[in-house]
């Protein structure tokens, strides 16, 4: 076995062992940085970009695209002016149908503040979600891995809500976690989604979700019929009079324009409905219904542009559907371009600060190394072998730094993994590369090798002669 | 085996002129015979090593080691030529401090482009007396345990010329015998040839062939004469 210009540059590192360990570790820690960042970003990007899918389009109320899919899907800003019933009646049996899978409602605009005294609201409230338990049974929320779709499951002990329990609740994992109630309790949701509104009647917790590490982990989910039995929630006599009127004469003028489904794509108002109590109560009347969007996922694949061309292109239309996946892609676009490029940047200059801590590190110890190298030349080593071994070393310290800053990295991702989970539902998978990681290590390599290059020619100008005789 | 021929060295000064080291005529060594070389210190013993051993380029002549003229040679022939045909044993051991005994001995075979022989190295070790030192560091070793890894260190490669720049110099005189003896014993049983360079007396007399520097090297002896008409200048001017 040989010493291979490997060996000998190992040794010559742990001869000058605290000044490696210290430039391989600066430059771990940097690395491990760069790790942490660019895991988080992309799990966050890939999170953001999976909340959107499942479903086709988002049918809600005029106004900005932006601004629908940001409150319907990520429960951020205002929602916008909701729209009548008879929109979503249309895609669940009306003439929209026909192209329509199932269609889940959403009413929002109520939010749920876990802290238990009233005088002091904290800043930590969740959106309310009123919908159908379709959302839960027909709705997929991302693939996994290998691209299987993942359906909504419900923790140990817990189940979907029912259509004819009106006071039914579902709760996401993360204000499961946060506000600390679980299957049995009950909760009052608050009207408005500032905090200040009055509390609602008592609804009891029948499921807690499993992580999704989607914004629905942070958001409360009670039945759309109970919502609508809420203080504030159904429209005056006289508003739902003169809506009946108009959806009237629109019929009239719509009929026959298209052929409804077989069956309903969607849940309706059931016959009977229960109280807290299991004692019958009466829905409310369809006319005094809003519902602030719909989510619909479309049959065919024609089925968005068919159902885009009928509601965005129709003037009289009070509604917007939308297809989330393009404004999200828009919207990552706009925001992750430069971020990316912040990222790219910062990864440049990690990589040269590392680069040139090790440049520093062998270059400071070429002096006290002088002797060593002519040693080495006296024994026979060519200047192009001694040169070797010094950039062996300058590779070695930046694979060892680079390695050990992965490694690292995504050790403390593992650490911060449940926590994160638990506060914010993102899932972290602490053993994923992304491959700008990757980039990082063959980068450094040849950084460390190019900046080795000085301190290597150092080397190669030794004077043998003279080194020996204790000159430099 | 080794013949210098006309070999001449010189430095260059500040102010441009050039300091002449080395103007040896003739210098033959055969294989396996131990030559010594006496002068004192600063007269050029060193030089006139490294020289032969190729780390410096001559100005002029020849240094012919069997077949080959090691001063024609260029700078990275000269390196392989020195690493498989000679040995070298330095006056400070010159061991890398991060190295083990036996890696500082491998490392003598590192550069020699062929296959690294560990039995050999352990074998060499094992006869120098520091077999059961092989993983020890030269901080962990004596001067003595030093001075006799570099000397396993020089013979690894099977050189055919060993050269010895006051090998017992930094040794403690209760030390210095084993290594002389060392040297000789090991020079003899592997045929090589030594040319040792010292000047203590009490090394050079063991040796049957001892040349003193002045006789081999002209500048040496130019300068022996120039002092001692000096000294002679200054006697009758003191004592007239």
Not at chain 1, 284 to 304: M, N, Q, W
Not at chain 2, 47 to 75: S, W
């Amino acid at each position: 076995m040989a010493l291979s210009f490997w060996r000998i540059a190992w040794n010559n590192l742990k001869q000058r062992g605290l000044a490696s360990a210290l430039t391989a570790l600066s430059m771990a820690l940097g690395v491990a940085a760069m790790c942490c960042v660019i895991v988080v970003y992309a799990v966050a990007v890939r999170q953001f970009s999976q909340d959107a899918q499942g479903y086709h389009l988002i049918v809600g109320g005029k106004g900005g695209a932006l601004q629908l899919v940001l409150s319907t899907v990520y429960h951020l800003g205002q929602p916008l002016y909701p729209i009548p019933y008879s929109e979503y009646r249309r895609l669940v049996d009306g003439d929209l149908s026909g192209v329509v899978e199932v269609a889940v409602p959403y009413c929002l605009g109520d939010s749920f503040d876990p802290t238990t005294d009233p005088e002091n609201p904290s800043d930590r409230r969740y959106r309310v979600v009123a919908t159908t338990p379709d959302l839960f049974d027909k709705i997929e929320y991302g693939t996994d891995e290998r691209g299987v779709p993942i359906r909504y499951t419900f923790r140990a002990g817990g189940r979907n809500f029912r259509t004819d329990h009106a006071y039914e609740a579902v709760l996401g994992s993360v204000v499961a976690a946060q506000s600390g109630l679980k299957v049995g309790d009950t909760f009052s949701p608050t009207h408005g989604i500032s905090g200040e509104g009055e509390k609602h009647e008592e609804f009891t917790i029948v499921g807690v979700l499993e992580t999704t590490g989607t914004a629905n982990d942070r958001a409360v989910f009670i039945n759309l019929e109970g919502f609508y039995l809420l203080e504030k929630h159904a429209l005056s006599d006289a508003m739902a009079a003169e809506r009946e009127a108009r959806i009237a004469a629109t019929e009239a003028l719509e009929k026959n324009r298209a052929t409804p489904a077989a069956t309903p794509r969607g849940l309706l108002p059931p016959e009977v409905l229960y109280d807290q109590n299991d004692q019958p109560i009466e829905p409310l009347a369809e006319a005094k219904r809003e519902v602030t969007s719909v989510l619909v996922l479309c049959s065919s694949d024609l089925g968005p542009l068919i159902l885009n061309t009928k509601i965005n292109k129709d003037p009289n239309q009070s509604s917007q559907a939308v297809a989330p996946a393009g404004v999200v892609t828009s919207l990552l676009e706009k925001i992750v371009g430069p971020i990316q490029l912040v990222l790219l940047v910062l990864t440049i200059l990690i990589v040269l600060v590392a680069a040139i801590g090790i440049l520093v590190s062998i270059y400071n110890s070429m002096s006290e190394r002088k002797h060593d190298i002519a040693v080495m030349r006296a024994l026979g080593a060519s200047r192009v072998s001694v040169m070797l071994i010094i950039l062996t070393e300058a590779v070695l310290i930046s694979l060892i730094g680079a390695l050990g800053g992965l490694v690292l990295g995504h050790l403390f991702i593992a650490a911060a993994a449940p926590y994160l989970e638990a506060e914010a539902g993102v899932r972290l998978a602490f053993w994923r590369l992304d491959p700008l990681e990757l980039m990082i290590v063959p980068a450094l390599v040849a950084l460390a090798g190019l900046v080795g290059l000085l301190p290597a020619f150092s080397a190669y100008r030794t004077d043998v002669a003279r080194s020996l005789s204790g000159g430099q | 085996m080794l013949l210098v021929e006309n070999l001449r060295k010189s430095y260059r000064v500040p102010g441009g002129g050039r300091l002449p080291i080395l103007d040896v005529p003739r210098l033959a060594v055969d294989r396996a015979e131990q030559l010594v070389i006496r002068g004192q210190s600063g007269c050029g013993k060193t030089t006139l090593l490294n020289t032969i051993a190729g780390m410096t380029t001559a100005d002029e002549g020849q240094i012919r080691i069997g077949d080959v003229d090691i001063a024609r040679l260029p700078e990275a022939a000269r390196d392989r030529f020195r690493a498989r045909h000679i040995g070298y044993v330095f006056q400070t051991f010159n061991l890398l401090p991060g190295f083990t005994a036996i890696e500082n001995v491998m490392l003598g075979m590192t550069f020699t482009g062929s296959r690294c022989d560990r039995v050999r190295a352990e074998d060499l070790l094992e006869r120098v007396g520091l077999g059961h030192r092989l993983r020890h560091k030269p901080s962990a070793l004596s001067v003595g345990e030093q001075q006799r890894v570099a000397v396993a260190r020089a013979l690894v490669n099977k050189p055919v010329l060993l050269l010895a720049d006051e090998p017992t110099a930094n040794i403690d005189p209760g030390h210095q015998q084993q290594i002389i003896d060392l040297l000789r014993s090991v020079c003899e049983t592997e045929r090589v040839a030594m040319l040792l360079v010292t000047h203590s007396p009490e090394v050079s007399s063991q040796f049957d062939r001892v040349e003193q520097l002045e006789a081999v090297n002209r500048v040496a002896s130019k300068a022996l004469h120039e002092a001692a008409n000096e000294s002679s200048r200054t006697a009758q001017e003191q004592w007239p």
